[in-house]
C-alpha cells in the first residue's frame, strides 16, 4: 500500500504528526522522525528514506550543514519546510542540495507536487552521475587502448 519512505525533521511534534497524517493519506510511509540536526543524520543513514522533509533552521545544525551532509552522500532528496520566508535560508537552499522549499502551514496541493519533483529530480541525478561515470571508464579504457597501439606501432617501426 505505502510508496516512498519519508523522514520528517522538525522540532515539532505536533507538526510532524499532522504532516504524517497528510502523507500517509497520499501514500506515503513516514519510516521516522527527528528533532534536531544530530537525530536527522542519524536517522537518515539509519532508516534510507526516499526523501526527507526538514526544517530549514533545524537545531542544532548551522545553515543547511545537514542538507549538505544528506546530499554529500546521497541519501535522499531534502525538501526544506519553514515557518516563514527567510530570505538568507532562500538563497542558500538555491546554491545547495535542496530540492524544494516550502512554507508552513502546508497543505497536499503544494506538498505533493513538491515531493514529486524532488524525487524525480534527484532519481534523474543519481541517473546522470551514473551515465557519467560509466562514460569516463569508456573513456580512460579507451585511451589505455590507444596507449598500448601506439607503444606496439613504435616497437615495430
Known amino acids: 500500500m505505502f510508496g516512498r519512505r519519508v523522514l520528517l525533521a522538525d522540532p515539532d511534534p505536533e507538526f510532524r504528526r499532522k504532516l504524517k497524517d497528510l502523507l500517509r493519506q497520499h501514500g506515503y510511509l ?7 540536526g544530530r537525530s536527522t543524520l542519524q536517522a537518515a543513514f539509519r532508516s534510507q528514506p526516499d526523501l526527507i522533509i526538514m526544517e530549514g533552521k533545524i537545531p542544532g545544525s548551522k545553515g543547511l550543514e545537514v542538507a549538505r551532509l544528506i546530499e554529500e552522500n546521497r541519501l535522499a532528496p531534502v525538501v526544506l519546510v519553514t515557518s516563514h520566508t527567510h530570505r538568507e535560508l532562500v538563497e542558500e537552499a538555491k546554491f545547495s ?33 551514473e551515465e557519467n561515470r560509466k562514460l569516463r571508464k569508456k573513456l580512460e579504457e579507451k585511451t589505455l587502448v590507444e596507449r598500448a597501439k601506439r607503444l606496439l606501432m613504435e616497437k615495430k617501426v
Do not use: H
Request: glycine share 2%; aromatic share 8%; proline share 5%.
Open 30 to 36: 513516514v519510516v521516522a522522525e527527528a528533532e534536531d
Open 97 to 129: 542540495s535542496v530540492y524544494g522549499y516550502l512554507t508552513k502551514p502546508i497543505d497536499d496541493n503544494s506538498l505533493i507536487p513538491t515531493i514529486e519533483m524532488a524525487l524525480a529530480t534527484f532519481k534523474r541525478l543519481i541517473r546522470i552521475e
